[in-house]
DNA sequence: GTGTAACTATCTATCTGTAGATAGACAAAT
DNA sequence: ATTTGTCTATCTACAGATAGATAGTTACAC
């Protein structure tokens, strides 16, 4: 059943936000879809094969979303809105982003997982800036784009870590209002 | 030796800093200070107990540092650098914070560790009101003091998490900008 | 003072469990 | 026939943890 690859990287994923990848053993995964841990081999060959799809994975999946709303015919405010919903949500899940996560976990992986990981972040930054660029109008702040867009993402990374730890959205509802005050002054 | 559990505390938080617990052994840690790993269990019987131990010596150190910090005769925005400043060092040696690593294993720790850790940014947000508070003339923000405490907090853990894949001090830097704005207008 | 009990800090040796990984058989699908 | 996906069975390595022995040190009773 050729499915049975997506169930693995669907399960690897929600294990993955909530332990991280060393939380994460071939025989619960295994476990968790219905197949033998010798199984999740033939699809995944060694555990980093299995962290860099679930990067990519993942990856494909936010800038999907973030295609979605730089395409509306949005304010900026509005777009950062949206931003910061996609993280909201994972932390009202109690999980971490995947790539933050793995982001702790940064020395242990290996090269391929590492150049990946750090595309995301870079991808993610070159889209903020690009936001940011497409609406200079509104755009009122005194720091340049690329301090700004990595001022939005790290505090989102931060406040997902903080905000399951001490429950509820306190810190991502905190980078809200910060973020705005930023962006578009007062 | 008494003084071997002290090495042993040093050199798991090091360890810890970098690898995080799931990536800390006994044995590697006795290896790292030339015992065997069974005399570690003689100081620390389970691994939650080191985890205590580390999260409670991490404190205790961070604390003292914001004592020192706290009873300057500075101005509001030398003691917020100077606060910055630590995480800064911590970047430095490419570093996570000891306990924005346990935060992202949370999942895996004890109760107690667990306990532990929310003190920990639970007191840093208590201590960062205080000092907003005790220089009302100078706090410019229309957001509430917790609300900043909170984003300072955890932006800043953020910004360890990313500047340590991609290199430099570029997310510390950022924020170091933004909570200025922030706190005291523009 | 000496003897003894308790404590401290380590060791050797070992247990049990689990990790990732591999080999080779097998059945179903193409 | 070959590829695909799974299985059983097994390997090696290493994890945390425990038992029991062994010195060295300290405390105290006599």
New binding site residues.
């Given amino acids: 059943?050729?499915?049975?690859?997506e169930k693995?990287e669907a399960a690897a994923q929600e294990m993955v936000q909530h332990k991280g990848m060393?939380g994460?053993?071939?025989?619960?995964?295994?476990a968790e879809v219905?197949?033998?841990?010798?199984?999740v081999?033939?699809?995944?060959?060694?555990?980093?094969?299995?962290g860099s799809a679930l990067i990519q994975r993942y990856s494909s999946e936010f800038f999907a979303q973030l295609d979605v709303i730089a395409g509306r015919d949005d304010t900026l405010n509005a777009k950062i809105k949206s931003f910061i919903d996609i993280f909201e949500e994972v932390g009202r899940q109690n999980k971490l982003c995947l790539c933050g996560m793995m982001a702790a976990e940064y020395e242990q992986l290996s090269s391929s997982n590492r150049q990946l990981l750090c595309d995301y972040f870079d991808n993610t930054e070159k889209w903020l800036i690009k936001q940011l660029e497409a609406h200079k109008e509104d755009y009122e702040s005194t720091s340049n784009r690329k301090v700004i867009a990595r001022m939005i993402m790290s505090s989102l990374e931060g406040a997902l870590l903080l905000d399951r730890i001490q429950g509820g959205a306190r810190h991502i509802g905190a980078q809200r209002g910060v973020i705005n005050q930023i962006v578009f002054g007062r």
Avoid: C, V
């Avoid at 059943?1 to 690859?5: L, P, S």
């Avoid at 219905?34 to 199984?39: P, R």
């Fill in positions: 059943m050729a499915q049975n690859r693995l060393s994460l053993s071939f025989r619960t995964l295994a219905g197949i033998k841990s010798s199984s081999h033939y699809h995944f060959p060694e555990k980093s094969d299995l």
